[in-house]
């Protein structure tokens, strides 16, 4: 069941620019929201998340923008940096379940 | 390092082997999920377990697939009679009480021959 989906399988930046990272879901019952990191070989290492009652969460570089109607959340990287080259998953979380989305290949190019 | 540990990190066997894989938590986690992840797909949830009391299966999951964990810390996941679907990375992570956050292991690599 595809309740979480993140449409670019692959995204090309430019060191110093902005990075979105999109993340579509149908499950009106979650209620809070996390972004994960991924390099090869290695397991997902936590990024920032999000709770249904807000909006917008910054943490450095990283934002992530939660429009709940549109059931939609995006990550913003700003500026990239070649360290920034990974998968990145959304994961939405209810009932003590987190719900991965397929993953988007981040690039930046220096 | 009081991290996830998963062992073994790469296992290699041949269809209709069982293997087993261990997971330890960070101390005091009292959540503890397993999670398989294929090439291209986010990581698929397996099993779920709070203290020692396994709440929760994939209903996609195959009873060839048993996890334990008999004293609320380490884990274990154990495929039966292997075949080469199951190939694919096997994910840990353990979450504290009253956090929404997962922290996952490295992971262990299988590869059915």
């Known amino acids: 069941d595809q309740q979480v989906k993140q449409n670019s399988p692959s995204l090309s930046v430019q060191e110093g620019r902005i990075s979105i990272l999109n993340c579509d879901y149908t499950n009106s019952m979650f209620d809070y929201f996390l972004w994960y990191k991924k390099y090869p070989a290695e397991g997902p290492t936590f990024l920032i998340s999000i709770s249904s009652i807000k909006d917008k969460n910054e943490d450095g570089r990283f934002t992530v923008f939660l429009n709940k109607s549109a059931k939609h959340l995006s990550l913003h990287i700003v500026p990239s940096q070649p360290g920034d080259s990974a998968v990145y998953f959304c994961?939405?979380?209810?009932?003590?379940?987190?719900?991965f989305g397929t993953g988007t290949s981040l690039t930046v190019i220096p | 390092d009081t991290g996830v540990s998963q062992d073994p990190r790469h296992k290699i066997t041949k269809r209709g082997q069982n293997v087993t894989f261990r997971c330890d938590p960070i101390?005091?986690?009292?959540?503890l999920y397993w999670y398989r992840q294929t090439l291209g797909q986010g990581p698929e949830f397996l099993t779920y377990?709070?203290?020692?009391?396994?709440?929760?299966k994939s209903r996609l999951l195959s009873d060839r697939f048993s996890a334990e964990r008999p004293k609320g810390s380490f884990s274990t996941l154990e495929i039966q009679r292997t075949e080469q679907g199951d190939s694919a990375m096997y994910l840990c992570?353990?979450?504290?009480?009253?956090?929404?956050?997962?922290?996952f292991g490295s992971g262990t690599q299988l590869s059915v021959l």
């Open positions: 992570a353990s979450s504290p009480r009253g956090l929404k956050k997962l922290f």
């Open positions: 377990f709070q203290n020692e009391a396994q709440l929760e």
């Open positions: 101390s005091e986690h009292n959540r």
């Open positions: 994961a939405p979380y209810t009932g003590n379940q987190f719900y």
